[in-house]
């Protein structure tokens, strides 16, 4: 069965911290803060492999998570960058929002996407050292990589899409028309997967045309092999309908043009209104005095062409090569899904300042990853770090969310390891 719809967890690497050095050197009159800045983290990016057709390769592994940045150290050195974390996707993969369906990206106009941006690293302490502040014992810490939870959905990129109920010989038809090879054989759902094949028409000029597996009545609310593979012709610009004129199956084709129209209109109003052509396989089973007038007048009122051909006699299939050629180069590009997702804005300071609050008696516990790294470069017990950490509550709104909370002078305050009395 084809993998072609995954939900993966994805987390760039954090910014490496700033380091708190000095420069202490016997007979060098200029030393001071030297502490070196902390690495990038490192990115999360998708990358096309032309060589995979489906999305296998998240399977059995759905977290990834790129290299954190270095810490800085001492003498101004700078902490090691994280290495990038790139990840093969086919053409045609949708990146989108796993919590609101948006789309991210469509994977079929660029051939890398940074999926997640990692961390800055921290300044190191010598950058904030000033002429009134020669001895900063504090640094700045790495923002924390972009998190994401995604879901990759593979949609096919094809001009033609092959439709028509099971066992109507559209596999026959794909491997008539292009080199592409599919497991053809005489019962319901012989295609398991989309077969995908290019067909040339000379000079260099073709189409791309995806056999996708037979639909039945009820595949838009997933009964069948159809729910799995209506997305693969969502791109599609033409649609070519394969019914078995000769009801080889007992079923009549006008019901089986009915029923597959009325499946594509629940999955997609938009899809249902494609450009179709109707072709009639199967033609060399028909008895000669065979009237086919019902057929070709329901056709003409729903607008599509017909074509006749038999691909186990090779009847008509130049004429159905030759008139799709012609009506593709009437219809718009293949469709590319425009994102829809905006990522929210983080803060340049210290990431996200989502924090949260909950009291227990006179103590109120406060609690945000962001904090906790800022923590790590405070020390509580230099004056000026100090000063540092309270402009950093109080910029980030920690100060007036505990006040709307009802922390009173004398209450005790804990973030994480370090408790501190509030005095107003």
Known sequence: MLFDNVTVNLKAGDGGHGAISFRREKYVSHGGPDGGDGGNGGNIIFKIDEGQNTLTYYKYKRKFKAENGGDGSGSKYHGKNG??????VPPGTVIKD?????????MSECDTFVICKGGRGGWGN??????????????????????????LELKMIADVGLIGF?????????????????KIADYHFTTLAPNIGVVSVGDERGFVAADIPGLIEGAAEGI??????????????????????????????????????????????????????????????????????DFNEFAEVRGSEVIYVSAAMNMGIKELVDKTF??????????????EYTAPELSEDTGSHEFSIHREDDLFIVEGDWLRRVMNSVNF????????????????????????AGVSDGDTVSIYDFEFDYVR
């Not at 290495?83 to 093969?88: I, M, N, S, T």
């Not at 010598?126 to 790495?142: C, D, N, S, Y």
């Open 224 to 293: 069948g092999l159809g729910h799995s593979f209506l997305r693969h012709v969502d791109r599609c610009r033409l649609l070519l309908h394969v019914v078995d004129i000769s009801g080889s199956e007992g079923r009549d084709p006008i019901d089986d043009i009915i029923a597959i129209n009325a499946e594509l209109e629940r999955y997609s109003p938009e899809l249902a209104k494609r450009p179709q052509i109707i072709i009639a396989n199967k033609y060399d089973l028909l008895p000669e005095d065979a009237d086919l007038t």
């Open 326 to 339: 012609t009506a593709l180069q009437t219809l718009p590009p293949v469709k590319i899904f425009e994102a």
């Open 83 to 88: 290495a990038d974390l790139v990840l093969p």
């Open 98 to 106: 796993a919590a609101s369906g948006l789309v991210i990206q469509d």
């Open 166 to 182: 099971p066992n109507v010989g559209k596999s026959s038809i794909l491997s008539m028309i292009s080199s592409a090879r599919p």
């Open 126 to 151: 010598r950058h904030f050292a000033t002429p009134t502040r020669q001895i900063p014992r504090f640094a700045k810490p790495g923002l924390l990589g972009e998190e994401k939870e995604i879901i």
């Open 381 to 404: 017990s230099d004056r000026e770090s100090l000063m540092y950490f309270q402009r950093v509550l109080k910029n980030s709104g920690v100060i007036k969310a505990l006040e709307e």
